[in-house]
């Protein structure tokens, strides 16, 4: 009676057994490379080298910008945070850096567009880790990030401000820490109240009136103020993710791995890395390759076409607070970035910039104006590549354009598994004294 | 000098081994020396002896001689470029604007913002007439921390 019990249990065993080994060979797509026993690793040496790419671990310190001299001052960060917060720094007195860059909200707003003292045409980057892009804003016109928090302060629907009012405000209220940072403060009293290249009439008047030493002393105080606000941005990081901890553990061949992420974010890194083809953009420790590409995203505004990257290109090279301008600290030789700019217009039409996905799951919606509003729908137009009505999509659909590209091809579920992995990507964020 | 080029030849594309546009073709020359299209000139590219981050902008340098093997000074070498089974260019406007020795120039701004399969082009204008060439280049993740 009791080896018909035993033999009753192992055959119930072994079709246990056979179920689980059937689920996963289904998880993994059936594919000749990953059928077999539930225990086979299932990544590739080559998908093993990619994951490995992209662990949070691999990610280099953020490069020096020697176009800012006091980004790694401790009395630079501290005097930028408390000007990042500053409501006064407006002209209705409520935008401040914050108003669109929430630190409680990832340091973005979750809006489509930007709302400052009007409403903006562009979704706010989240700023975390922008001290390792070259290029700044979703069409890279700012080629640094102390140049790129001075566009915000004299945009007419942002801030709404002027680089006058604004030394002036520092002079009234942060004068000793200024001094201590970049040494007296020029004499500000026969200024006009507002005035900038960038304002309204009255102020544009007022700015051509000034001396020119005068607007080159009131620019000086404004470039620092972006030095100081950039000082403290680059404090702040992403700490490590469910992700890199599996790719840790995989990467150590710790059995301890297939517990980490479930089935479904799995198969969301397999077609990641794969045939979903987003690596190809989203790579590294970032996933972001920093560059700029057309992926077909439509336009917020079609009466009004958002050239991007295309568009931006005059504007980084004729910015005066750019690496090779009177206001950077650095050698123009290090100026490799804006030297070797690419400025051919031609593939760039409607290209924007590759965000990073780090914590993307914690700040709908997506793409340069907040087009979609899920990360399913955002897969979901990788899926369906459609046609740029500006410039030309990299990506194949239909016939395809470019014959060595193939289609995007995702189901239904394979769109929800991308959605999931995307979602192992949530890390803390960290704000940290050293680079 | 060979470990180095190794980063970028053909052995490592069977370490790549990912599906869809990510894997090259398999039967691409990754030659580093080769002849231009009207056979004026035969062009060798040099990557720099460490091999660059991803992202990291950096400089090789490029032989132009004759077939017998002279060296060809004087030459004006335009670069383009870019990944074709992505659909885009370069990421940057690489520029040869120094002839360091005769016939050696050197290739400033190269910068290589992902791995994969990459093409270099050069189109040379020199006093012996005009003529192009095309590099494969296959990068691969580099093995250590960047």
Same mark, same amino acid.
């Given at each position: 009676?009791?080896?018909?019990? %035993?033999?009753?249990?192992?055959?119930?065993?072994?079709?246990?057994?056979?179920?689980?080994?059937?689920?996963?060979?289904?998880?993994?797509?059936?594919?000749?490379?990953?059928?077999?026993?539930?225990?086979?690793?299932?990544?590739?040496?080559?998908?093993?080298? #990619?994951?490995?790419?992209?662990?949070?671990?691999?990610?280099?310190?953020?490069?020096?910008?020697?176009?800012?001299?006091?980004?790694?001052?401790?009395?630079?960060?501290?005097?930028?945070?408390?000007?990042?917060?500053?409501?006064?720094?407006?002209?209705?007195?409520?935008?401040?850096?914050?108003?669109?860059?929430?630190?409680?909200?990832? &340091?973005?707003?979750?809006?489509?567009?930007?709302?400052?003292?009007?409403?903006?045409?562009?979704?706010?980057?989240?700023?975390?880790?922008?001290?390792?892009?070259?290029?700044? &804003?979703?069409?890279?016109?700012?080629?640094?990030?102390?140049?790129?928090?001075?566009?915000?302060?004299?945009?007419? /629907?942002?801030?709404?401000?002027?680089?006058?009012? &604004?030394?002036?405000?520092?002079?009234?209220?942060?004068?000793?820490?200024?001094?201590?940072?970049?040494?007296?403060?020029?004499?500000?009293?026969?200024?006009?109240?507002?005035?900038?290249?960038?304002?309204?009439?009255?102020?544009?008047?007022?700015?051509?009136?000034?001396?020119?030493?005068?607007? =080159?002393?009131?620019?000086?105080?404004? *470039?620092?103020?972006?030095?100081?606000?950039?000082?403290?941005?680059?404090?702040?990081?992403?700490?490590?993710?469910?992700?890199?901890?599996?790719?840790?553990?995989?990467?150590?061949?710790?059995?301890?791995?297939?517990?980490?992420? %479930?089935?479904?974010?799995?198969?969301?890194?397999?077609?990641?890395?794969?045939?979903?083809?987003?690596? #190809?953009?989203?790579?590294?420790?970032?996933? #972001?390759?920093?560059?700029?590409?057309? =992926?077909? /995203?439509?336009?917020?505004?079609?009466?009004?076409?958002?050239?991007?990257?295309?568009?931006?290109?005059?504007?980084?090279?004729?910015?005066?607070?750019?690496?090779?301008?009177?206001?950077?600290? *650095?050698?123009?030789?290090?100026?490799?970035?804006?030297?070797?700019?690419? =400025?051919?217009?031609?593939?760039?039409?409607?290209?924007?910039?590759?965000?990073?996905?780090? %914590?993307?799951?914690?700040?709908?919606?997506?793409?340069?104006?907040?087009?979609?509003?899920?990360?399913?729908?955002?897969?979901?137009?990788?899926?369906?590549?459609?046609?740029?009505?500006?410039?030309?999509?990299?990506?194949?659909?239909?016939?395809?354009?470019?014959?060595?590209?193939?289609?995007?091809?995702?189901?239904?579920?394979?769109?929800?598994?991308?959605?999931? &992995?995307?979602? =192992?990507?949530?890390?803390?964020?960290?704000?940290?004294?050293?680079? | 000098?060979?470990?180095?080029?190794?980063?970028?030849?053909?052995?490592?594309?069977?370490?790549?081994?990912?599906?869809?546009?990510?894997?090259?073709?398999?039967?691409?020359? +990754?030659?580093?020396?080769?002849?231009?299209?009207?056979?004026?000139?035969? +062009?060798?590219?040099?990557?720099?002896?460490?091999?660059?981050?991803?992202?990291?902008?950096?400089?090789?340098?490029?032989?132009?001689?004759?077939?017998?093997?002279?060296?060809?000074?004087?030459?004006?070498?335009?670069?383009?470029?870019?990944?074709?089974?992505?659909?885009?260019?370069?990421?940057?406007?690489?520029?040869?604007?120094?002839?360091?020795?005769?016939?050696?120039?050197?290739?400033?701004?190269?910068?290589?913002?992902?791995?994969?399969?990459?093409?270099?082009?050069?189109?040379?204008?020199?006093?012996?007439?005009?003529?192009? +060439?095309?590099?494969?280049?296959? +990068?691969?993740?580099?093995?250590?921390?960047?």
């Amino acid at each position: 009676m009791n080896s018909r019990i %035993n033999s009753l249990a192992a055959s119930v065993a072994t079709l246990l057994l056979a179920a689980t080994a059937v689920a996963v060979i289904s998880v993994a797509g059936g594919s000749p490379a990953h059928a077999g026993p539930a225990a086979a690793d299932p990544w590739s040496a080559g998908e093993l080298r #990619t994951i490995a790419s992209m662990n949070m671990g691999k990610l280099a310190p953020a490069p020096v910008d020697p176009s800012n001299s006091v980004e790694h001052l401790p009395a630079a960060r501290a005097l930028g945070k408390r000007l990042f917060n500053d409501t006064r720094f407006s002209s209705n007195g409520a935008v401040s850096c914050a108003s669109c860059h929430s630190p409680d909200q990832q &340091f973005q707003d979750g809006l489509p567009v930007g709302k400052g003292v009007g409403l903006g045409s562009r979704r706010a980057m989240p700023i975390v880790g922008a001290g390792h892009s070259p290029w700044m &804003f979703w069409d890279g016109r700012k080629d640094s990030a102390w140049s790129q928090a001075l566009g915000p302060m004299e945009d007419a /629907v942002e801030h709404g401000g002027n680089r006058t009012r &604004f030394a002036r405000l520092l002079a009234t209220h942060y004068r000793a820490e200024y001094e201590a940072l970049f040494g007296k403060l020029p004499d500000l009293s026969a200024l006009p109240p507002d005035a900038g290249p960038n304002g309204n009439a009255t102020e544009q008047s007022a700015w051509s009136a000034l001396p020119a030493a005068r607007r =080159t002393d009131v620019s000086r105080v404004f *470039a620092n103020m972006g030095k100081a606000i950039a000082a403290f941005e680059k404090t702040l990081a992403y700490g490590p993710a469910p992700f890199d901890r599996y790719a840790d553990a995989v990467a150590a061949k710790d059995p301890a791995a297939r517990g980490m992420l %479930n089935a479904r974010e799995i198969e969301g890194l397999r077609l990641f890395i794969g045939k979903g083809q987003c690596v #190809t953009c989203h790579n590294g420790p970032l996933l #972001t390759d920093q560059s700029f590409h057309n =992926t077909g /995203v439509p336009q917020r505004d079609p009466r009004r076409p958002d050239r991007g990257r295309a568009a931006a290109l005059a504007k980084v090279k004729a910015d005066e607070f750019n690496c090779l301008g009177p206001f950077s600290d *650095a050698k123009p030789e290090a100026c490799q970035e804006l030297a070797f700019m690419v =400025t051919d217009p031609a593939g760039l039409e409607a290209a924007f910039k590759t965000p990073s996905l780090r %914590n993307v799951a914690l700040r709908p919606p997506y793409m340069h104006a907040g087009q979609f509003a899920t990360l399913e729908q955002v897969v979901a137009h990788y899926a369906r590549s459609p046609a740029a009505t500006v410039g030309h999509s990299e990506l194949a659909h239909g016939a395809g354009a470019h014959k060595e590209r193939k289609p995007i091809q995702l189901s239904e579920r394979e769109i929800k598994d991308v959605a999931a &992995f995307l979602g =192992t990507l949530n890390g803390a964020i960290v704000e940290r004294a050293g680079r | 000098m060979n470990r180095t080029i190794a980063s970028f030849s053909l052995p490592l594309l069977t370490a790549l081994a990912l599906s869809g546009c990510m894997t090259p073709p398999t039967d691409l020359n +990754v030659a580093l020396k080769r002849s231009t299209e009207q056979g004026k000139y035969v +062009v060798t590219l040099q990557p720099p002896a460490a091999a660059p981050a991803i992202n990291q902008i950096h400089s090789w340098q490029v032989l132009v001689a004759s077939p017998a093997g002279a060296p060809v000074s004087q030459a004006r070498i335009a670069v383009d470029g870019g990944m074709p089974q992505h659909g885009h260019g370069l990421p940057t406007q690489p520029l040869i604007r120094r002839e360091l020795a005769d016939g050696t120039y050197l290739l400033e701004g190269m910068k290589f913002s992902m791995t994969g399969w990459w093409e270099i082009k050069l189109a040379l204008q020199t006093p012996q007439g005009p003529d192009k +060439v095309t590099f494969n280049v296959v +990068v691969d993740n580099p093995a250590t921390k960047r």
